[in-house]
């Protein structure tokens, strides 16, 4: 076992000697050895390797002197663009953003040499165009934490404590073993089994009071993360079709809670808007937000219930 670890860190430091000397004129020896964090000889030896597999590494002497790769030789990342090398910096930025970690880090400086090497010299942040940010703009730390946590329990196959809020503002604590992690549009869910229901659920991470690491570890069930969260999707009994219509004052919010796919916009510029929501305190909660500014056309039952809660409000002020 001890030998097959060892082969892997060896394989690891060549490829990683490699991107960095594609990404980088010249590199001294002791660089890399303080890179790689083993002794000039391994560096040496390393150097050797890479010679005899067809890698024309170059030994330059003196002050400026270090070990570069022949300017003429190519290897086979030609079969990428430079605007698709690009791109993939990019996505890794963006996931690197809610998961962090070693190997990504290591993936992303391997990439960005492969860009640099390139002539484009756009590997840096200073020569992005797109950004790509998978945390919501209010409480990013707070986001971030859980992200972590999740990704921990995932690696450690470790059980995860959960404080949650469901649908109809009703917190429970639940036990899960988690499955893997899913982003929908800006909404990150954790799909996990639950001890307490005995079955597959789905949580989102913004309605998790509560998220705790526990010690206790689980083993893996035999179950495809995409499966999975092709099966969850299709759990809707909770859901109804739903029609609404907006009025021309609230345009705005009303593209950025919605599909636009969902959206008319009539000739005297109301919004009609069909879509199939979970039902329950987050949809009338919603709903209540836009005021006087929508209407419920469709089903009726959600007409009265939200005149109902706005009796309630109005009595409330008036008690």
């Known amino acids: 076992m001890e030998c097959k670890e060892g082969t892997r860190l060896k394989l690891e430091r060549l490829l990683g000697i490699t991107m960095l000397l594609l990404g980088r004129r ?12 083993v002794s000039l000889r391994t560096i040496y030896r ?6 005899m597999a067809g890698i024309p590494v170059i ?9 570069e790769i022949m300017e003429r030789y190519r290897l086979e990342r030609q079969y990428l663009s430079c605007d698709e090398l690009q791109s993939i910096v990019t996505a890794l930025r963006g996931v690197g953003s809610a ?11 391997k990439v960005i040499a ?5 002539g484009n010299g756009s590997g840096s942040s200073s020569g992005e165009r797109v950004l790509i940010d998978l945390h919501p703009w209010k ?14 329990a995932l690696d450690g196959c470790r059980l995860l404590s959960i404080v949650y809020l469901d649908w109809q503002g009703t917190s429970s604590e639940r036990m899960v073993e988690p499955v893997g992690l899913a982003l929908k549009g800006y909404i990150w869910y954790l799909h996990a089994y639950c001890l307490k229901r005995g079955d597959y659920r789905t949580f ?16 893996r069930r035999d179950v495809d ?5 092709k099966r969850m999707a299709c759990q809707d009994s909770l859901k109804i079709d739903l029609k609404l219509l907006f009025h021309p004052s609230v345009k705005t919010r009303v593209l950025d809670d919605y599909d636009r796919s969902f959206i008319v916009i009539r000739d005297d510029g109301w919004l009609e808007v069909a879509d199939r929501e979970e039902q329950g305190y987050w949809l009338y909660s919603r709903l209540l937000s836009y005021g006087p500014h929508v209407k419920v056309v469709d089903p009726p039952y959600v007409a009265r219930k939200l005149m109902d809660q706005v009796a309630e409000i109005q009595a409330l002020y008036e008690a």
């Open 26 to 37: 010249r590199v001294g020896a002791q660089e890399l050895a303080e890179r790689f964090e």
């Open 46 to 51: 390393d150097l050797e390797t890479l010679n």
């Open 59 to 67: 030994s330059y002497p003196g002050l400026s002197g270090g070990y």
């Open 99 to 109: 998961l962090s970690g070693e190997e990504l880090s290591s993936l992303i400086d």
């Open 114 to 118: 492969l860009v640099e090497r390139s």
């Open 139 to 152: 409480e990013k730390e707070r986001h971030q934490a859980m992200l972590r946590t999740i990704h921990e």
């Open 204 to 219: 989102r991470l913004n309605r998790m009071e509560q998220l705790d690491l526990l010690p206790e570890t689980f083993t």
């Open 225 to 229: 993360l995409r499966e999975l969260d």
